[in-house]
């Protein structure tokens, strides 16, 4: 018999232990930029090198970062479950952790893409993206973000994905954020769904929900200890 599915929704709050801004935490914005000025479609017609200043420090950042405990909880499960992880994170700190299956919905920071062709993607050498980088249809570079007020493409995969969950684990997300935060919707009715987050989520409108409420890497302890009573992950 195969390992039950472990289906892991996760988002800033598992990141921001490991020193990753999240914009919600300051009334939206991120180290003191607008999000509307820097991360939509209208952001980057009006203001293209203020766009990519700032995806080129969050960039510069994330190489100064590590993965958390949270991180290396969610690999370690690999053990015991078919873990797949789908996050709204950019950053690669899930796979640098040592993760097997990650799908991210919102794009992925050290990526690029084609400004013509969404679908010519590259892995950008070093953290600085500038006005003039082009792809090979000779177009300029952007970042491989999923801006604000764009569709998301996995989100259908995502979706699937969630319905062949055996069990549900959500951590570092509120919820808030659509439409992923949709995504528990897909999950069947008799999964049993685990929500790490230090906040009094509302989650009665949750079938077989467990709030543990605590930040991630102190919250995925106690999942573990939960599912896993004799595990050594402590």
């Known amino acids: 018999m195969g390992k039950l599915r472990l289906v892991v929704l996760s988002g800033a709050g598992i990141s921001a232990e490991s020193g990753i801004s999240t914009f919600r935490d300051s009334g939206g914005l991120w180290e003191n930029y607008d999000i509307s000025e820097v991360a939509t479609p209208q952001a980057w017609k009006k203001n293209m090198p ?12 994330l190489y100064e970062v590590e993965p ?62 500038k006005k003039g980088d082009l792809c ?6 952007r970042p491989h973000i999923v801006w604000f007020g764009e569709p998301v493409p996995m989100m259908s995969e995502a979706a699937e994905l969630t319905q062949t969950a055996d069990m549900l684990l959500i951590v570092g997300t509120s919820l808030n954020v659509y439409p992923a935060a949709g995504l528990v919707e897909y999950a069947r009715s008799n999964t049993p769904v685990y929500i790490i987050d230090p906040a009094s989520l509302p989650v009665a409108h949750i079938p077989n929900a467990v709030l543990i409420k605590e930040k991630a ?18």
Do not use: C
């Open 217 to 234: 890497t102190i919250g995925m302890k106690q999942f573990v200890r939960t599912v896993l009573p004799s595990s050594p992950i402590s």
């Open 68 to 129: 958390n405990s949270a991180h290396f909880d969610l690999v370690e499960l690999e053990k015991y479950f078919d873990v797949r992880i789908i996050t709204q994170n950019v950053d690669d700190l899930q796979e640098r952790a040592g993760s097997t299956q990650v799908m991210h919905l919102h794009g992925e920071l050290k990526k690029v893409r084609s400004s013509i062709d969404e679908d010519l993607v590259h892995t950008l050498e070093g953290w600085e993206l």
């Open 136 to 141: 090979k249809l000779g177009s300029q570079l």
């Open 50 to 61: 203020l766009v990519l200043e700032f995806y080129n420090q969050r960039r510069k950042q």
